[in-house]
């Protein structure tokens, strides 16, 4: 994009699909400053540890400090549920807390090893695109290790989510932090790749579409340049014969309305065991069929999705399912008009054996559903899954299951539970799902690099 067209773009509200803000995307000459800032960052702050820990300290007050405008923004800008995104600004923050607590450990600069000295450093600039449906945790989970590492950089959030990243970034200018953190506001390609083809960026961290990310992780092989992702996930859900079936149902409606089922760890598909099937169907029908589904001011169970395309997206892709002989357990949902909230109910469908959905991620309130005969066929079909991001196991006898599913590569597996996540630990996936981890010290450690120091005092050799 030339200087000369630089566009302003509008920022539609799914709680009532009105305009409610707009932002003008950043030209060259702005990408030229942020890369600039960028290497100037580099060689000062960020060469020293205790800088990056007021850098991040830092980072932690502000967004308590602005911890009210920052949720507001998230509920009118992408469509969470106001107690969603107040825990949002928290789970932003216990990313920063996390990583500051880590450079308290000395054994992450150096160590001495055979007589060498192994020094951790920073790769260097860091490119970061960042998903809409966690506008504040998503950017947090990327900075942080990054700034912990000694990496500056520069944020690419998504244009669906650019109002919440801007207020995110104000919030760090009023506590001090400067070319540190920086964004770039854009919502095509072109801008990306100049940074790509910039010498400062030495690794990119991406979430979002296993098709993008495809892409980018090809260019940046051309480049010589790190990548880190987190992909689509296809997420299945098992139920066992032994399960609380009770909790498995509740659990299940927690996770998959969560930000009305957009997030890659999500649920796709439940696989039920035959004898307990039927109780299944009766309580997941009888819970979808009371949910409250309105804008998400107003605190429903279930709140909109992003846009009305991608509403419109699910309705097709429900509609394909049904085609293919898959049959509503749920009403049809309907088409999105103009001006209208992009809500879209939780539907579910009664898979086949091969079914859209075991190629498809939703990332919605579409929800597939079927049983199966033998436990060892379902464990064999999730050997083989492409999409290995997330599954969630519900059984009576967890250590027996946990003994059966060790040749699983998923890069988090939940045992009745479904809250795999958390600042001090890992996520990731295996295969089509992603490449490298975000949390804990394996996020911090995706930034880092070894230099091998080996030293020795020449002797006088009396000549």
């Known amino acids: 994009m030339h200087a000369a067209e ?14 409610f803000a707009s932002w003008t995307e950043d030209g060259p000459k702005a990408l030229e400053q942020l890369t600039r800032n960028l290497e100037a960052a580099r060689s000062d702050v960020l060469e020293q540890p205790e800088m990056r820990k007021a850098v991040l300290d830092n980072c932690v007050a502000s967004l308590r400090s602005a911890r009210e405008i920052l949720a507001e923004t998230v509920v009118r800008e992408v469509g969470k549920k ?21 450079l308290d450990h000395r054994e992450l600069n150096s160590n001495s090893v055979g007589g060498h000295l192994v020094e951790s450093v920073g790769l260097g600039g860091a490119l970061l695109i960042c998903p809409f449906n966690d506008p504040l945790a998503g950017i947090a989970r990327k900075v942080a290790p990054a700034i912990a590492a000694g990496c ?61 990310g495809m892409k980018l992780a090809r260019k940046c092989a051309r480049r010589g340049k790190k990548f880190v992702a987190e992909l689509g996930g296809n997420c299945p859900f098992v139920i066992s014969s032994s ?12 996770r998959k309305l ?38 998400s001011d107003s605190s429903p169970d279930l709140g909109p999705v992003r846009t009305r395309e991608a509403a419109n997206g699910l309705v097709a892709l429900a509609a394909q399912a ?15 008009a103009r001006h209208q909230p992009f809500l879209f109910p939780l539907t579910v469908l009664e898979g086949s ?8 991620e939703t990332f919605g309130p579409l929800l597939s559903v079927r049983s199966f005969d033998e436990e060892a066929d379902i464990v064999a079909r999730l050997e083989k899954e492409q999409q290995a ?21 998923f890069g988090s597996i939940g045992i009745n539970t479904t809250k795999i996540q958390g600042a001090d630990v890992p996520t990731g996936g295996f295969r089509r799902a992603g490449t490298g981890r975000e949390g804990g010290i394996w996020g911090m450690r995706e930034f880092q690099s070894t230099i091998n120091w080996k030293i020795e005092t020449r002797r006088d050799s009396g000549q």
């Open 353 to 360: 054996e091969s079914s859209v959905f075991d190629r498809r």
């Open 322 to 336: 049904a085609s293919d002989g898959e049959r509503y357990l749920t009403r049809a949902p309907g088409t999105v």
């Open 389 to 409: 991001l997330a599954c969630y196991i519900y059984t009576g006898e967890p250590e027996e299951m946990l003994g059966r599913l060790r040749g699983l590569r």
């Open 258 to 295: 969560k930000a009305a089922g957009q997030a890659c760890s999500s649920v796709n598909r439940v696989f039920v065991d035959r004898r307990v099937y039927g109780r299944f169907r009766e309580l997941l029908a009888a819970r979808a069929e009371s949910l409250v589904l309105a804008p």
């Open 6 to 19: 630089a566009r302003t773009r509008v920022s539609i509200s799914p709680n009532t699909g009105a305009e």
């Open 82 to 102: 106001p107690e969603e995104a107040l825990a949002e600004v928290e789970y932003a923050v216990s990313f920063f807390a996390h990583c500051r607590s880590l």
């Open 243 to 254: 399960a609380d079936m009770d909790a498995a149902v509740d659990d299940l409606m927690e």
């Open 152 to 212: 500056p950089v520069i944020v690419k959030p998504s244009s669906l989510s650019i109002i919440c990243a801007k207020e995110m970034i104000a919030a760090f200018r009023r506590c001090g932090i400067g070319n540190e953190i920086q964004m770039i506001a854009a919502s095509g390609g072109e801008a990306v790749a100049r940074l790509l083809a910039h010498p400062s960026i030495d690794i990119v961290s991406f979430t979002g579409s296993t098709k993008v």
